[in-house]
T-cell receptor
């Protein structure tokens, strides 16, 4: 059981380049999310998904796209990288309480991807 | 949007001292969580609180869910060098509707340094 895995661990991009940050989990969790962490700002939610085929925007979605074609994978795409997207990116997953009350169980975080945009 | 204010921003203490940090929110949460992040790693859950007034311990860590549901604190007793790291509070709404589904709102973090 590998938990939540993220690749790459480090990445340097030039302004305008595109790339995909990979996230995978093997816990059969319905809920997956992407956060970015910047100094002094905690973690901010970019996008999230409550199941395959379902995604929604978080607090800071601009400049990022996501898709959820399988339960296991939740890639984050930067279409045209900007220096403001220099950050540490974390993927998280958990069980999801759907139905009448919605929420999630404990969210497990991956080790992070450190991205620098020059 | 919702905001969490976490304080203090940083602490530098002597080994063996007790530590206290807290979070306040502009809105009500149904769940309060405390995470610790070691350098180069993702956050790891320390304590989860699900009910107003709840006081929960995990070894030397104790956390409480405020009665108003707008605040929480974390105490660490008899600190040791491996307590070093960044501690985050996070709040989550558990709603009847699908809005805010599962979203965690994080505080800015408290950086703890322990001097042996």
């Amino acid at each position: 059981n590998a938990g939540v895995t993220q690749t790459p661990k480090f990445q340097v991009l030039k302004t305008g380049q595109s790339m995909t940050l990979q996230c995978a989990q093997d816990m059969n969790h319905e809920y997956m999310s992407w956060y970015r962490q910047d100094p002094g700002m905690g973690l901010r939610l970019i996008h999230y998904s409550v199941g395959a085929g379902i995604t929604d925007q978080g607090e800071v979605p601009n400049g990022y796209n996501v898709s959820r074609s399988t339960t296991e994978d939740f890639p984050l795409r930067l279409l045209s990288a900007a220096p403001s997207q220099t950050s540490v990116y974390f993927c998280a997953s958990s069980y999801f309480w759907g139905g009448g009350f919605t929420g999630t169980d404990t969210q497990y975080f991956g080790p992070g991807t450190r991205l620098t945009v020059l | 949007g919702q905001q969490l204010n976490q304080s203090p921003q940083s602490m530098f203490i002597q080994e063996g001292e007790d530590v206290s940090m807290n979070c306040t929110s502009s809105s009500i949460f149904n769940t309060w969580l405390w995470y610790k992040q070691d350098p180069g790693e993702g956050p790891v859950l320390l304590i989860a609180l699900y009910k107003a007034g709840e006081l929960t311990s995990n070894g030397r860590l104790t956390a409480q869910f405020g009665i108003t549901r707008k605040d929480s604190f974390l105490n660490i007793s008899a600190s040791i060098p491996s307590d070093v790291g960044i501690y985050f509070c996070a709040g989550q709404e558990v709603t009847v509707h699908s809005s805010n589904t599962g979203k965690l709102i994080f505080g800015q973090g408290t950086t703890l340094q322990v001097k042996p």
